[in-house]
């Protein structure tokens, strides 16, 4: 109960909280949709006034693509321009596959300065923090892709699945990406610092994308190599993506990669959720 005063000091009348807001009632709550989108458009703010963060989606893949193309081009391919052909679907992989860390270390950063705190007492779908910051990633994602492709393009990469197989490649990564990316929310939480887990995520991420088929044909690897090489998800999408790029992709090779990105989803989305509700 609050106390209105008039000018003289005078008091003459007596209000309820409640009639403070408009029709003395509350505003409902916003829908699952309206929150996830108002965090989506949170991040992109992030990205608006703090743009050097887009560093690891446009300078890195140039240097990534340019390097292993004409530093091993020749050495492993005996041309620069055949190994090109081999390369930018799987450098593709590795690029945006090391980028899905940082959805978890914004995560732990928000966790360490106590706007995480905030958002739990919020009256939102608890989820919606995340899927937002999750979905703006994909744009992130996007980016990359279109970068390394454009830049494929003027080095002389042609890829034989035309358009249709290129957007299609890109979706497959988008999607692998997007269920990959939840590892390391659940990370972000984990962690206690921003440095820590990114050493985590190199630790994991960095053998993933070396020991796997982005570089070499695994055929020209020890037998004993082959067996971790064939089942490793970025030999998995990378085998897809260059299926897809050159137009002999199979949908067993697509169905891999499906299955591959549900099982991150269903391992690591639930547990997120339950340290993200859980955390202190």
Do not use: C
């Not at 949170?42 to 560093?55: D, S, T």
């Not at 940082?102 to 739990?120: A, E, P, V």
């Not at 988008?174 to 929310?185: D, E, G, P």
């Not at 070396?210 to 570089?215: G, K, L, P, R």
Request: glycine share 8%; aromatic share 12%; charged share 10%.
């Amino acid at each position: 109960m609050s106390v209105q005063i008039d000018q003289d000091h005078t008091e003459y009348q007596e209000v309820h909280p409640l009639n403070a807001v408009a029709g003395g009632k509350r505003p409902d709550p916003p829908s699952a949709m309206a929150s996830t989108m108002a965090f989506a458009h949170r991040a992109l703010l992030r990205i608006k006034h703090v743009p050097e963060q887009m560093f690891d989606v446009t300078v890195f893949p140039i240097i990534f693509l340019l390097m292993f193309t004409y530093l091993f081009g020749g050495a492993i391919a005996g041309s620069t321009g055949e190994y090109l052909q081999f390369l930018l679907p799987g450098i593709l992989v590795m690029t945006v596959s090391q980028i899905t860390m940082y959805t978890g270390i914004d995560l732990n950063n928000d966790i360490r300065k106590g706007i995480f705190d905030r958002f739990r007492t919020l009256p939102i779908w608890l989820p919606s923090a995340l899927i937002g910051a999750l979905l703006v990633d994909v744009i992130r994602y996007s980016l990359a892709s279109a970068i390394m492709i454009g830049l494929g393009l003027i080095l002389g990469f042609r890829p034989e699945g035309g358009a249709l197989g290129v957007v299609g490649a890109v979706l497959v990564i988008l999607l692998f990406s997007f269920s990959f990316s939840w590892i390391w929310t659940a990370a972000g939480i984990i962690m206690r610092s921003e440095k820590s887990l990114m050493m985590v995520s190199f630790l994991v991420v960095f053998p993933l994308t070396f020991v796997s088929n982005v570089f070499v044909d695994p055929s020209t690897l020890p037998s004993w190599l082959q067996g971790f090489v064939n089942i490793n998800p970025i030999s998995i999408l990378a085998t897809a993506v260059r299926g897809l790029m050159h137009g002999n992709g199979t949908w067993e090779q697509v169905g891999w990669v499906v299955v591959v990105s549900a099982i991150f989803v269903v391992i690591f989305a639930p547990l997120t959720m339950y340290l993200y509700r859980r955390k202190e």
